[in-house]
């Protein structure tokens, strides 16, 4: 499932001097290869998608990938979000951003496009407690921990769950 983005294929925004737009996935393959090589170089290598499991996951129903790339036509992609929605309730499954892009709000532009398209229920994401810049973004956002989920990343390393209601 995509949302709109307001009606439209993309949003642009400009913030702290970066200027980059959101979009909807539409099936691009150079979007997925990518997403991959962003996944290959922020992520362990446990957590990281191949394009060819990442090809996957988005034709999965209620899947929601929005990503950030230049506002200039390249397919060049800053950052992205995955989830899966349904009609109560939103799961953040990952928020990444190359790390050229960080501390420019795409992160946070790309969570609050995706609150745009689910209004209502509760939204939750898992989060490593070491990672500090995430949960001081997903603390300034409004999520809330919410219990701990032990063993989570690997034996002896937990996460936190996150949740945060969304408006009605």
Known sequence: MLCSLG?????????????YKLERYTAQDKVIESISAIEKKCLPRTLALSAEELRAVVKRPNTVLLYATP??????VYGYLL????RFALHISKVVVAKPHRR???????????????????????VDPANTAALALYNS??????????????????????AKQLEQ
């Open 7 to 19: 009606g439209s294929p993309w949003v642009e925004l400009v913030y702290a001097g970066c200027h």
């Open 141 to 162: 956002i409004g999520f809330e921990v919410d219990g701990i989920l032990e063993d989570y990343y690997s034996a002896g390393k937990p996460a936190h769950k996150l």
């Open 104 to 126: 420019c709000g795409v992160a946070r532009a790309l969570i609050q496009e995706v609150f745009s398209c689910t209004k209502k229920g509760s939204a939750t994401l898992h």
């Open 71 to 76: 506002r200039h036509g390249s397919v060049e």
């Open 83 to 86: 989830a899966f929605q349904n």
